[in-house]
């Protein structure tokens, strides 16, 4: 049996999200999961150190956990994320040609940020063969600030990565046989913001963080009809995109401007990705996140784009669950689906 090596934190907006597991006999144990939310509300962009030190400090001693290692997932809007293509290379020189091929594309000086890679596989252009890298660069100043964060607690913060890469990771442990041999879009629909992420073989070729949450849907429908929030978020959940009702209609009115918002994110992502990657397009989409348990967004986003599309939380079942510690009919699981991603690295 694997040992727990490391606590994965995702680090949202609104609050934490923690995740422990174990890789046992080719199957995954969820241990722990515990959400702590945020007294108020921390912003991506302007990381605020003593009110997140403080955050974490509350929600440690709720928990009570005695591991100091931690692996944390940030939001896709504070890196620089691409796809490239490099001639084959050694090993040794795989490096050296990521930084000489991205220093162009990146809108700060590459003594600024620090660079990690994941490579795709390999191509073919005119006999000659080239490496497929998908690119992150995270400002080394977002990093310095976590890592102040963890140093300042006595905790050792191991690694960091995007929230696209540990939900790859989750996507492919589960639906392997939809990702492995095309292209998919995975949209993960968050709370106050969203991610859409193409992968290739399962690994993230591309990702964007767009300004659409589940957040709004459910503000609109309150404000729309005039009740409080949480009976707005049990009608999005269930009865959501209902047309065969008239009285049902209200609710998806109420939500239209932002589904309309997010289908033209989604198109525009699309378009970029037939014009600059594949002309066939893509086929498949996968949901994910808290957003996604809206009720007949499968089918509204399915007749949209004229995809398949499936929802990342059919497939559960896969995983294996510490019941002694975990009560499952009291966890949200789809909002933890980058955390579980997360605390896989390093087995996937």
């Known amino acids: ?3 727990i090596n490391f606590i994965s934190i995702n680090i949202g907006s609104t609050g934490l999200k923690f995740c422990m597991s174990r890789y046992v006999r080719r199957s995954f144990i969820i241990e722990y999961l515990y959400s702590y939310y945020f007294q108020n509300s921390i912003s991506a962009s302007n990381l605020q150190r003593d009110v997140l030190k403080k955050e974490i400090l509350n929600a440690f001693r709720n928990l009570n956990l005695k591991y100091k290692k931690f692996v944390i997932s940030i939001p ?10 490099i001639p084959f290379v050694s090993e040794k020189e795989i490096i050296d040609s990521i930084l000489w091929t991205i220093k162009p594309l990146l809108p700060v000086d590459i003594s600024l ?11 073919y252009v005119n ?15 977002i990093v310095n600030e976590y890592k102040y964060v963890f140093d300042d607690l006595n905790l050792e913060l191991i690694a960091i990565e995007t929230e696209a890469v540990a939900l790859s990771r989750l996507v492919k442990v589960l639906c392997n046989e939809i990702v492995q041999n095309q292209d998919v879009m995975v949209l993960d629909f968050g709370y106050k913001s969203s991610t859409v992420i193409i992968l290739r073989y399962g690994v993230p070729i591309f990702s964007q963080s767009i300004e659409v949450g589940s957040f709004g849907l459910t503000k609109s429908i309150s404000v729309d009809l005039g009740i409080d929030f949480n009976q707005a978020e049990y009608l999005k959940t269930n009865i959501g995109i209902d047309l065969s009702i008239e009285q049902n209609k209200k609710i998806y009115f109420a939500m239209l401007p932002f589904l ?4 033209s994110e989604i198109s525009r992502i699309i378009l970029y ?9 893509l086929r498949k989409l996968i949901l994910s996140g808290g957003g996604s348990t809206l009720k007949n967004l499968d089918l509204f986003l399915a007749e949209k784009f ?4 499936f929802r990342l939380s059919n497939y559960h079942n896969k995983l294996l669950f510490n019941t002694k510690s975990i009560s ?21």
């Not at 309309?260 to 289908?263: F, K």
């Not at 990705?273 to 397009?281: A, L, Q, R």
């Not at 980058?338 to 996937?348: A, N, P, Q, R």
């Open 260 to 263: 309309e918002a997010l289908s």
């Open 113 to 123: 940020v620090n660079v990690s890679h994941i490579v795709v596989g390999t191509k």
């Open 306 to 309: 004229n995809m398949d599309v």
């Open 328 to 348: 499952l009919p009291n966890i949200f699981l789809p909002s933890f689906e980058v955390c579980m991603g997360l605390s896989m690295k390093g087995y996937v």
């Open 76 to 85: 896709e809007q504070l890196v620089y994320s691409r796809l490239i293509e």
């Open 273 to 281: 990705y037939k014009d600059k990657i594949n002309v066939n397009g």
């Open 127 to 141: 006999n000659s063969q080239y490496l497929e890298v998908f690119v992150v660069a995270v400002p080394k100043e």
């Open 1 to 3: 049996m694997s040992k």
